[in-house]
């Protein structure tokens, strides 16, 4: 009896920017190739989304910034997505597409603001996924803090929200989801705010919580 061994699901990684880019990007392509359990296509050519999708178990933007995607580009992914591929946003990915109003659905929420870079307290409040489960109540991080210009709580399912009373600058208030996730179409989205330096790539738990995001959207 010949044996065959399944495929290993594939993710369409994109880092292209046309505003802000990050340094941390090498960093999150990397730990996304260590996380396990996929095939990384990692790309800045808005054509490989031109190409047919369907290959791919999900697709992450990985700290985007401006508009990434051509016309036909755009068509795709919505097609994508709504047929039932998984999407992932990772940090800068709020900051993308902003010509683009099927881009702020689907992922959820527009990046706003952001005070400085610091130490603040990230407030777990679904442990019932695998983004979050593996974390304590109250976990301690260092980023950015995105502010969003609305909040998405009622269209998503809040996994992560800030206390800005743990660092200084913040400026939603109670109400600071900070990671998320919801269906669009028959897809499923995942977005985390948190990943700003190159060194929460390196963190266990940080890893963590992509892997299960990423997890969750690319199942079927």
Known sequence: MVSRMAAVPALLVHTRTTDYRHDSIPAGI???????????????????????????????????????LTPAGRDRLAAYVEAGGGFAGVHAAACTEYDWPYYGDLLGARFDRHPALQPGRAVVEDHDHPATRHLPPVWHFTDEWYDFRTSPRGRVRVLLSADESSYDGGGMGDDHPLAWCHEQGQGRVFYTALGHTAGAYDDPDFRAHLHGGITWAAAR
């Open 30 to 68: 990397a730990a996304l190739r260590a996380l396990g359990g996929f095939d990384v296509v990692a790309t800045e050519d808005p054509a490989a989304f031109e190409e047919r999708l369907d290959r791919y178990a999900a697709v992450v933007f990985l700290s985007t910034s401006g508009e990434v």
